[in-house]
């Protein structure tokens, strides 16, 4: 849903010509979003809980599972029934107002676990959380990430504000990528990229999360393409003025002061992985590159998924994620650790490869005219610590 291209052409003081950034705002038109939603739930309202809360047998116990959260029920149930705000809460107001009524995005302490190792150091690995997912929730999937994948996971904090207000921005990517989301992950994403003793950058993002790291990626372009335009491995301060007013237009803001050049070598150690992709526009920052990497991941009966990378009819709402995308094949359920995580965890505990081997694709299928075939995830090859296959 991403209006045409525009590049135009000013001068800047010097008399030559530079080239105008694209316009970054998406401008999603009301019926295509609420087809996209007819879309997505076409099929039997009975199972519309079960796609969201899985089957049953979900809920039983597990270490890293969102169900473990009934021993903290009263304070989640506040976070995402409460309607909230983003930002920090006046002076005046304390608690338990300040934190039932405001919620602040951030960087969260990191979980206990995924200790670097040799092969792992030069790394970082970031993690965006989805919706109704409050500071323990994130840190509980960040926890069970750091084990499946054996790295420190840094958790970027998509705060809640209420599963009304949740929802509604999953809906609308215009309104699921606010201010706060996106400054809180935008900076350390470009610092991370952008410092020559990181070999590789990861970000794994779920479901509204995705949201976020769709708006990410095309600041990141806006970067990129001041930077290649302009002196390389420079970024003038008309270049930076360029990136905060083309943010400015997508109702962002990005600080000046902490944009850094951005070339091929930078998104070359950036990758990008999804579940419950629900972007309607995610799309290499480098198409010819094929940069930064990007991998979608999602369970077929996941309404949240059918918003975004597995929509029954993406071509006709203007649906563009690159990238291979990988489907759960009758799987239900929509929480990351629940749904997702603990389904790779079996599959690949059960059936450790040889050393040097694929690990394939399962639980997953690639999604024909995704990736060549054959093509397997490339996430799954850091599975318990293990480095990247190629």
């Not at 135009?8 to 087809?35: F, K, M, Q, Y």
């Not at 021993?71 to 920090?88: E, I, N, T």
């Not at 602040?104 to 959380?129: D, H, K, M, V, Y």
């Not at 998104?267 to 590159?289: G, Q, W």
Request: charged share 25%; with cysteine; proline share 8%.
């Amino acid at each position: 849903m991403q209006s045409p291209e525009r590049i135009t052409h000013v001068s800047s003081d010097s008399g030559a010509d530079r080239t105008e950034l694209r316009n970054l705002r998406h401008e999603p038109e009301i019926g295509e979003l609420l087809g996209s939603l007819v879309d997505a739930a076409r099929f039997s309202p009975l199972h519309w809980p079960r796609s969201v809360f899985g089957k049953f047998g979900s809920m039983k116990h597990s270490r890293y599972s969102e169900y473990e959260l009934v021993w903290r029920l009263p304070r989640y149930l506040a976070d995402v029934v409460v309607p909230s705000l983003p930002g920090k809460p006046p002076p005046w107001l304390g608690p338990p107002f300040s934190w039932l009524f405001f919620h602040r995005a951030g960087e969260l302490s990191p979980p206990e676990g995924g200790s670097p190792t040799n092969e792992t150091a030069g790394e970082q690995w970031f993690f965006i959380n989805g919706i109704l997912t409050n500071r323990d929730v994130a840190r509980m999937n960040a926890a069970y990430l750091a084990e499946l994948f054996g790295r420190p996971i840094r958790i970027l904090w998509n705060s809640t504000d209420g599963a009304g207000l949740d929802l509604l921005e999953c809906a609308s990517e215009k309104l699921g990528a606010r201010d706060a989301d996106v400054d809180m992950a935008f900076h350390p994403l470009l610092d991370a990229i952008t410092d020559p003793m990181n070999k590789r950058v990861v970000l794994i993002a779920h479901s509204q999360g995705t949201l976020i790291a769709a708006v990410v990626l095309r600041l990141m372009r806006a970067v990129y393409e001041r930077t290649m335009a302009g002196t390389p491995g420079e970024l003038s301060s008309e270049d930076r003025d360029a990136v905060r007013r083309h943010a400015a237009r997508e109702g962002l803001t990005v600080r000046s002061e902490r944009l850094k050049p951005t070339g091929p070598e930078d998104l070359a150690r950036f990758e990008v992985y999804c579940f419950a992709n629900c972007a309607t526009e995610m799309k290499y920052i480098d198409s010819d590159l094929g940069l930064p990497r990007i991998e979608s991941f999602g369970n077929e009966h996941d309404l949240v998924a059918r918003l975004g990378m597995l929509a029954p009819h993406p071509e006709k709402r203007q649906i563009e994620i690159s990238g291979p995308r990988f489907r759960h094949n009758g799987a239900w359920g929509h929480l990351l650790s629940a749904h997702y995580l603990v389904d790779i965890d079996r599959a690949h505990r059960q059936h450790e490869p040889r050393p040097g081997a694929s690990r394939g694709a399962a639980p997953y299928v690639l999604i024909e005219g995704t990736a060549p075939a054959g093509t397997v995830p490339h996430l799954f090859g850091y599975l318990h610590g293990a480095g990247a296959l190629s």
